[in-house]
């Protein structure tokens, strides 16, 4: 008769089964029913402590200091680029800025001279004038879109030689002319007219600008011309 000890999982069957698996459960403690039971090791939990919060990012101040906040939006709006009232006031609604808040520090900004609308419309003119060939309607409807008052911008493009105007219309022609040589006078008229009346320039205007143009380009002084009716 064989007397050997029974196992310690006898009648458990999950012990029973991990003991056929060659699996192992350490260390074994007694229960109150006599058999064994694994007692597990604790397991240490690692939870990341939060980062202390950043005493220098406005987020996290209770009360922040909202004219510090929106000074700054203008300064960097400023840097390095002149921009009339309206596209700082823009800005300063889109960021949620007090209107009166923003109407306050706009109008101090104007008395020191970071905001005068009358220098920024003669800025933008002498950079879209000539590098663009603007004529004077283009760079009204231009400044409109600013904000810039009708008669600051008025008294600005009084300015504008009507001469340097010209000249900058001839220009921009000679220049696409270069890429019209395969088209016959009519096209190209028509096709130059267009390009100058969408930089702004009256049908009159550019049509004697063309046909100077042309005349220079072609030997016989004609060009077969269209006329002005006909564009």
């Known amino acids: 008769m064989d007397e050997r000890p029974a196992p310690d999982w006898l009648g458990d069957v999950s012990l029973g089964v991990e003991a056929w698996a060659g699996k192992s459960r350490s260390p074994v403690e007694p229960d109150s029913r006599?058999?064994?039971?694994?007692?597990?090791?604790?397991?240490?939990?690692?939870?990341?402590?939060?980062?202390?919060?950043?005493?220098?990012?406005?987020?996290?101040?209770?009360?922040?200091?909202?004219?510090?906040?929106?000074?700054?939006?203008?300064?960097?709006?400023?840097?390095?680029?002149?921009?009339?009232?309206?596209?700082?006031?823009?800005?300063?609604?889109?960021?949620?800025?007090?209107?009166?808040?923003?109407?306050?520090?706009?109008?101090r900004f104007e008395e020191v001279g970071l905001i005068d609308d009358e220098a920024f419309a003669k800025a933008w003119i002498a950079s879209r004038q000539p590098g663009k060939g603007l004529a004077r309607r283009a760079l009204a409807q231009e400044l409109r879109r600013k904000g810039i008052d009708d008669d600051v911008a008025r008294d600005a493009l009084d300015e504008i030689d009507p001469d340097d105007e010209r000249e900058a219309g001839r220009r921009m022609v000679r220049r696409k002319l270069r890429s019209l040589e395969r088209f016959d006078d009519q096209t190209k008229t028509r096709r130059l007219v267009g390009m100058l009346a969408r930089k702004g320039y009256g049908a009159g205007v550019a049509y004697s600008i063309v046909r100077e143009e042309l005349a220079l380009a072609d030997d016989d002084g004609t060009g077969g011309l269209v006329s002005e009716s006909d564009l």
């Open 34 to 107: 006599g058999t064994s039971e694994s007692v597990s090791k604790p397991t240490r939990s690692r939870t990341r402590k939060p980062r202390p919060a950043d005493p220098a990012d406005p987020k996290n101040d209770p009360e922040p200091d909202h004219e510090a906040i929106a000074r700054k939006i203008l300064l960097d709006a400023l840097t390095g680029q002149a921009r009339s009232r309206k596209e700082l006031a823009d800005k300063l609604e889109k960021k949620e800025v007090p209107a009166a808040l923003a109407t306050r520090l706009l109008d």
